[in-house]
């Protein structure tokens, strides 16, 4: 473990917007020749089908991420700050779509390196447990254009709280 690194240093590492992107791509980024590097984790979260139990085609239904420019980005990059700071790692990247998405399409990236692969699956998973507790968004789902706001379940805070406590990372200023 070592020292938790200025959120300013990460913005880098951090994307927010409505582009979409490339898993390979992004990936060789990362990596980009070092030769350090035993390990590579990558976790894309798409949009799943909620409602065909329910008899609704996967077209009547809407999904939409809001979150605060300039805000939102800095709180994500206090994470990676925190993370490199809990992790043995030597990259990390985030990605997170905003805006209107429909069924299949990519929400969030996740990417991480590092010389072994423990460390590299633990600090994946502690990102995307406080992603999804967290980070600024604001998440709408819609069925047949009745839409409703969606807050974090409790499996979302219990699995965040298994990395030591159910408050924020350490932030940067709003």
């Known amino acids: 473990m070592t020292e938790v690194g200025r959120w300013e240093d990460e913005l880098p590492h951090v994307r927010v917007g409505p582009a979409d992107f490339d898993l390979t791509q992004e990936v060789a980024s990362l990596r980009n020749g070092d030769a350090g590097v035993g390990a590579v984790v990558a976790f894309v979260g798409t949009v799943r089908e909620w409602q065909a139990a329910r008899g609704v085609d996967a077209a009547e239904l809407g999904f939409e991420l809001e979150h605060y420019p300039g805000m939102t980005e800095r709180s994500l990059a206090s994470m990676v700050a925190q993370a490199r700071?809990?992790?043995?790692?030597?990259?990390?990247?985030?990605i997170h779509r905003v805006g209107p998405l429909a069924v299949g399409d990519q929400i969030v990236l996740v990417a991480v390196t590092s010389a072994h692969r423990?460390?590299?699956f633990d600090c994946a998973e502690f990102l995307m447990d406080w992603l999804k507790t967290e980070a600024p968004f604001w998440k709408k789902e819609s069925v047949r254009g009745e839409g409703q706001w969606v807050a974090a379940r409790d499996t979302d805070h219990a699995a965040a709280a298994r990395w030591g406590g159910t408050g924020s990372p350490q932030k940067g200023p709003a």
């Open 85 to 94: 700071g809990r992790f043995d790692v030597r990259g990390v990247r985030i």
């Open 118 to 120: 423990h460390a590299a």
